[in-house]
């Protein structure tokens, strides 16, 4: 048993207090996954390679630039993304014990709330021009032919889910940790 099973006994799969459910799990488990094709179709970027996109000059000329950058880009695109499996797993209630001053420690629901609703806030309006655009509402990116295009759909597409679905998963991380728990007819206390 770990310092943290001591301080907050858990009967849960995942180290929660409460179950999880069953889909919530999934969409945390499916966030960086949406996320990693356009990760992926980022990388030729790095090294000048503009994927059909009919852009002169986009990238910095330099690869002592531009690869520490796209290569840095994706790699916190997916931290951030795994960070979504905090809303559904123990160590998004309890701090894990190797963290300082806080190790082992009740995690304030509100401080995981706060961050998440903002992230997937961001990220849902960071998305929304693309995705407008390629409705024909402001300017979209052009493609030198219709298969560039259609690559870049197929990646770049999940990733605008990320933002909805950080907000589903606070949700119901928030209806976990912040509501009563429900007691079904003939249950005991």
Excluded at 144 to 156: E, M, N, Q, R, V
Excluded at 175 to 183: D, E, M
Aim: aromatic content about 12%; charged content about 10%.
């Amino acid at each position: 048993m770990t310092e943290i099973d001591e301080l907050h006994p858990t009967a849960t799969a995942y180290g929660t207090e409460r179950p999880v459910p069953p889909w919530a799990s999934a969409v945390a488990r499916a966030v960086p996954l949406l996320l990693l094709p356009q990760c992926l179709w980022r990388l030729p970027f790095a090294f000048g390679f503009e994927m059909g996109l009919d852009v002169d000059g986009a990238m910095p000329s330099s690869w002592w630039v531009s690869v520490p950058y796209v290569f840095g880009l994706s790699l916190i695109t997916e931290v951030l993304a795994l960070l979504s499996l905090g809303l559904v797993r123990g160590w998004g209630e309890v701090a894990p014990a190797w963290l300082p001053f806080t190790g082992g420690k009740r995690i304030n629901p509100i401080a995981a709330i706060v961050p998440a609703t903002l992230g997937g806030l961001g990220a849902t309006a960071f998305w929304a021009p693309v995705l407008l655009s390629w409705f024909g509402v402001g300017d979209a990116a052009g493609f030198s032919s219709a298969g560039w295009h259609t690559l870049a759909l197929l990646c770049i597409a999940p990733g605008m889910l990320w933002g909805p679905l950080v907000l589903v998963l606070t949700y119901a991380y928030y209806t976990r940790r912040c509501r009563p728990a429900v007691r079904t007819t003939g249950e005991r206390r």
